[in-house]
């Protein structure tokens, strides 16, 4: 089975850095994604994890331990146009490949 | 445009109907889903489709039945239509591109149930 946790909402301030952390407990991993979604507007990719460590991609990087089971997604210089659900994503193996989304994270970023 | 195309985007219907919602990827991809997305915005994965071959079929009511007439093309049908069903619909793809496996979301079809 899998759980994907991470907080329901965060508040930021433009031009700040915000954390949002998603932990996941789930058999035969093979891959964590972030995705970004925009309200009334379909997921679109924003990184994937599969080793351990950072991956930066401009604004916007992401963390994974995959013995913590924990990953971050980190977003830096903050613009408004940054309001939107993050979901953290985890891919599994259990006898065929699954993507399982967590409940995402709303974030508002405020002027 | 390359893109994952779902239609219609929206459909509003009585209960008890039976309606299809179409998708099509030009993306050249081998693997297409669908999606569940409910008002509380969890997104939950209801089919997989490889190559045209189900590979996935998650704990869904056997009135959803999705089609796969080829890999470009992943239908959803729904017979009997409940209350229960309204929900944003999303379709997408996904090929194995360097080591990532991203998927690429179609716009979704809101489905509404009276």
């Known amino acids: 089975g899998q759980n994907i946790d991470q907080p329901t909402e965060m508040t930021a301030t433009e031009g700040a850095i915000v954390q949002i952390n998603c932990t996941y407990q789930?058999?035969?991993?093979?891959?964590l994604f972030w995705y970004q979604q925009h309200a009334g507007e379909a997921p679109t990719f924003l990184s994937y994890?599969?080793?351990?460590g950072l991956e930066e991609k401009g604004r916007f990087s992401s963390f994974l331990s995959r013995s913590k089971g924990y990953s971050y997604l980190l977003l830096k210089e903050l613009q408004m146009k940054d309001s939107a659900s993050y979901l953290c994503?985890?891919?599994?193996?259990?006898?065929?490949?699954?993507?399982?989304f967590g409940a995402g994270t709303r974030l508002f970023v405020k002027a | 445009d390359t893109a994952v195309s779902q239609t219609p985007k929206y459909l509003v219907t009585q209960m008890g109907n039976d309606k299809s919602i179409k998708c099509e990827q030009n993306?050249?991809?081998?693997?297409m889903y669908w999606y569940k997305q409910d008002s509380k915005k969890f997104l939950k994965i209801m089919f997989s489709?490889?190559?045209?071959?189900?590979?996935i079929n998650e704990t869904v009511p056997n009135r959803f039945s999705p089609k796969s007439p080829d890999k470009a093309h992943l239908n959803l049908h729904i017979n009997s239509l409940e209350l229960g069903d309204s929900a944003v619909y999303f379709c997408?793809?996904?090929?194995?591109?360097?080591?990532?496996?991203?998927?690429?979301f179609g716009p979704g079809t809101r489905l509404t149930v009276t």
């Open positions: 997408a793809s996904s090929v194995r591109s360097g080591s990532t496996y991203e998927q690429y």
């Open positions: 789930t058999s035969g991993f093979n891959g």
């Open positions: 994890n599969v080793l351990d």
């Open positions: 994503a985890v891919r599994e193996n259990t006898g065929g490949f699954k993507t399982i």
């Open positions: 993306l050249g991809h081998d693997t």
């Open positions: 489709y490889n190559n045209k071959e189900l590979i």
